[in-house]
């Protein structure tokens, strides 16, 4: 019984909230959900629960967007390429020790390459992989950013190149290699950016990188270019008046 009630449950969140949904006028979606209750009336405790949390976890998502807006969109602290004056951002949650990430950055890099003008990506690090340690990639990328930016897309290129998960060693070799070692310790201005970064993807409720921000919409793991560039065309377009 109580597997039926959650399926049944589920369905009816996905009658309310699912693309496939949007095909229907809001009184067949009224119609449709009230059958559902009439027909099974021992789901109503739970859908109840269900929709109230719903809406709490919305109004929070909603409230985090906006407390943290110009820290995402109006900082230049934090690295990003593209257009200054751009139709679409997207802000990538992302780990320069996450295979996922490694891989979308080149799918970013070539939208950006076919949309210039239009489009501008920015990096928001959360060194989720290398644990504890206070000097890490995204300490030391946000302090190459800051305070020498013109090494910062080759070491970012190197950094995002090596497989998996980064150290000191890693990091020491990189900075090495760019005449960049001062960089590599940390400072609390970074160490505060990161602090937020973190907190920032505990409030959006994010598990785990790659995630991105599409005008507002929470794009959660890693998507192809194949299924990405539709999504970005499409948002240019509707931004455009096209």
Request: net charge neutral.
């Amino acid at each position: 019984m109580k597997f039926k009630t959650k399926l049944i449950t589920t369905l009816v969140m996905a009658c309310l909230f699912s693309p496939l949904a949007s095909a229907m006028t809001q009184s067949e979606k009224v119609e449709d959900i009230n059958k559902m209750l009439k027909d099974n009336p021992t789901i109503i405790d739970s859908l109840h629960e269900s929709l109230a949390m719903y809406i709490a976890q919305q109004g929070k998502y909603e409230k985090t967007l906006a407390d943290y807006h110009d820290y995402m969109y109006n900082n230049p602290n934090l690295p990003w390429f593209g257009a200054k004056d751009p139709k679409l951002t997207i802000v990538v949650l992302t780990d320069l020790s996450c295979p996922w990430c490694k891989k979308l950055d080149p799918v970013l890099m070539k939208l950006v390459e076919e949309h210039p003008d239009d489009l501008k990506v920015i990096n928001i690090y959360v060194p989720l992989k290398e644990g504890s340690n206070p000097a890490n990639s995204a300490t030391f990328a946000l302090r190459v950013w800051k305070e020498s930016p013109d090494k910062f897309n080759k070491i970012s290129e190197t950094l995002l190149s090596k497989p998996g998960i980064h150290n000191t060693r890693s990091i020491m070799k990189v900075a090495k290699a760019n005449d960049a070692e001062k960089y590599v310790s940390t400072n609390d201005e970074v160490q505060d950016m990161v602090a937020k970064n973190y907190q920032l993807f505990t409030d959006l409720g994010v598990r785990g990188t790659p995630a991105m921000l599409i005008d507002g919409q929470l794009l959660p793991g890693y998507l192809p270019y194949e299924k990405l560039a539709p999504m970005v065309e499409a948002k240019i377009a509707e931004k455009s008046g096209k």
